[in-house]
């Protein structure tokens, strides 16, 4: 007992380490960053949403543990936010080009791999298509060039309730994304609440910049796009995703001149994000390039 309390003991020292290795900020232009690791190569993580912060406590420990790999690897990592205070109408074409100006400005003018993850894969998909200049390779995961029509769905109730100042119809919409389906609709109802009073408290982000990502991400259409990327892409994605259905992967992909699609069986939109195997997959394709 007392050696599993001291290896315990250990492993929360060595995360508290960890955390502490981990610099935060805010750039000029408003966009908050984390940024650890000092490898010689960059990668650049863009966040899932609607909605952006920098993780902190038990989330920033689970994130520090899901890019070890690529720490390991030899890459510095920056974990970049949108904007605040994004004007109505924003667009998702805008944040692209807000954050190549960070890769610009603050980054040397490029990286050498660009992370996207669900609203921050289609964020990715338009900064490679018109900024493609400031990265090397471009890795995509559970996005792609349309939400489809029941995400749509889900976004138009949930901009409805955000729009309203509806907490409880804010965190069990949210939740939707997470848990779909009418059999956790009580689930979602239960959390709803809880949920909605934090993304709605303007702590992480002003609660309006949640109503301009979802309005965003309803009008979000890349396909015009997607034939000017002209770097390297693989687009990770699950067989049972909801919001980007394989159909929609698939037609994504063959629009995109040189993308390797890579995709979970049996895993949906939440549980691909969170796969651990997903950082093994991107650097497999990194190192085969």
């Not at 990668?43 to 720490?71: E, H, K, N, T």
């Not at 809880?194 to 408290?201: D, E, Q």
């Amino acid at each position: 007992m007392r050696d599993r309390w001291t290896l315990a003991r250990r492993e929360a020292v060595s995360r508290m380490a960890g955390e502490q290795g981990v610099r935060r900020g805010t750039f000029a232009n408003g966009m908050d960053y984390a940024t650890w690791g000092a490898g010689p190569r960059t990668l650049l993580f863009v966040p899932g949403g609607p909605g952006s912060s920098i993780p902190q406590g038990l989330l920033a420990r689970m994130s520090l543990r899901w890019f070890d790999p690529f720490v390991d690897a030899g890459y510095t990592v920056w974990y970049v936010t949108r904007a605040r205070h994004m004007p109505p109408g924003h667009r998702v074409a805008d944040m692209a080009d807000e954050l190549g100006a960070v890769v610009v400005d603050e980054l040397g003018g490029k990286v050498d791999l660009v992370l996207g993850e669900s609203y921050g894969g289609m964020i990715a998909l338009l900064l490679a298509a018109r900024k493609g200049h400031t990265m090397g390779r471009l890795a995509v995961v559970v996005a792609a060039a349309e939400v489809s029509d029941w995400g749509k769905e889900v976004d138009v109730r949930l901009a409805a309730a955000i729009a309203r100042r509806d907490p409880a119809g804010v965190g069990s919409t949210f939740a939707e994304y997470a848990m779909p389906g009418d059999g956790r609709r009580w689930l979602r109802r239960l959390v709803g609440p809880f949920l909605g009073r934090s993304l709605m408290s303007g702590k992480n982000y002003p609660a309006s910049d949640l109503l301009v990502e979802t309005e965003a991400e309803i009008a979000f259409d890349a396909w015009a796009a997607l034939p000017d990327i002209r770097v390297p892409v693989v687009l990770v994605s699950g067989e049972l995703d909801r919001f980007f259905p394989p159909a929609v992967v698939d037609a994504t992909v063959e629009l995109i001149p040189d993308c390797t699609p890579v995709r979970y069986a049996g895993k949906g939109h939440m549980r691909v994000a969170s796969d651990r195997r997903v950082a093994r997959d991107v650097l497999t394709f990194v190192n085969d390039g």
